[in-house]
């Protein structure tokens, strides 16, 4: 099917051609040519349970696939046990607008390690995804997968290898790869086509074909510095990393059906126009060899 790709939230142009609520973005992103929408919670999950309603009825009649992205501030591996018992909470919130809108992905952070060890960290979070998942089957909200995110500073927790070590616990985690907070965390470790294809080889060698199939990713261009991520940049700033261009090629060329997200800082959804070219000159490439 090849990947499907869309906005992080509501562009610049969005509200410069005097669109104003985000229950016009389904139309907004289908109009453009794109087939996905993450609805963000970042700040936390305000939209009211109706409203979630009418955005995913908007979607399913424009053919965007909603995801949604949980606030920022859940901590996973917390030290602190209210905090994570907190975070719980935020989950099970998020999933609930989720399943309103007929989202069938919540994106996750996945926390830090802090003052204690990775391994203390990853334990903690592991803790807090299982309860997490424990309790979204009783509410009836398991058919959501819950992605947790690779992360941008270099403190964090959510390598590639620790966000795949965290969707070992249960299917219906599903990761996200955000490309440019794995190169900012390498401090700029995506370079050859080798360093792009090991992103993939971990999710394929740990997870299996599905998942490593369908998963679901991030992309900007990230300026960071020596403690990883510092801000995001649009597609066209190409001075900054990492190039879009080798993980299209990845995906037509194993044949890969991920939901990509564009985080541009302020032209995400004319930034995610150019990545979909891009993916599909590469598929209609592949397809032809």
């Not at 609805?39 to 109706?50: A, D, L, N």
């Not at 299982?130 to 403190?155: H, Q, W």
Request: aromatic share 8%; with cysteine; proline share 3%.
């Amino acid at each position: 099917m090849g990947a499907i790709l869309g906005p992080a939230g509501n562009c610049e142009e969005f509200y410069e051609t005097r669109h104003k609520s985000s229950l016009e973005a389904p139309e907004w992103v289908s109009q453009k040519g794109l087939g996905a929408y993450e609805y963000q919670c970042g700040k936390g999950v305000k939209i009211s349970i109706e409203a979630a309603r009418k955005l995913g009825e908007r979607a399913k009649n424009a053919e965007v696939a909603l995801s949604v992205h949980a606030p920022y501030y859940i901590s996973l591996s917390s030290t602190e046990s209210d905090k994570r018992d907190k975070s719980i909470d935020y989950i099970l919130r998020t999933l609930e607008v989720a399943k309103a809108m007929g989202a069938k992905r919540i994106v996750v952070h996945s926390g830090t390690a802090g003052s204690i060890t990775r391994r203390e960290a990853m334990e903690l979070a592991k803790d807090t995804l299982a309860r997490s998942l424990d309790a979204a089957k009783v509410v009836g909200f398991g058919d959501i997968f819950i992605c947790p995110e690779t992360m941008g500073k270099v403190k964090q927790l959510g390598s590639v290898e620790e966000v795949a070590e965290l969707c070992l616990l249960d299917e219906r985690l599903l990761p996200t790869i955000d490309f440019g907070h794995v190169n900012s965390m390498t401090l700029g470790g995506l370079k050859t086509m080798g360093d792009y294809e090991r992103v993939f080889d971990v999710l394929s060698n740990k997870l299996g074909k599905w998942r490593a199939t369908n998963f679901h990713a991030h992309y900007s261009r990230i300026e960071y510095t020596n403690a990883g991520e510092k801000k995001h940049h649009r597609f066209d700033e190409v001075e900054f990393e990492p190039e879009f261009d080798p993980i299209a090629e990845i995906i037509a060329k194993r044949n890969l059906s991920p939901t990509i997200i564009c985080e541009s800082r302020g032209t995400q959804t004319r930034d995610a126009v150019e990545m979909q070219k891009i993916c599909r000159r590469y598929e209609n490439a592949y397809k032809a060899k």
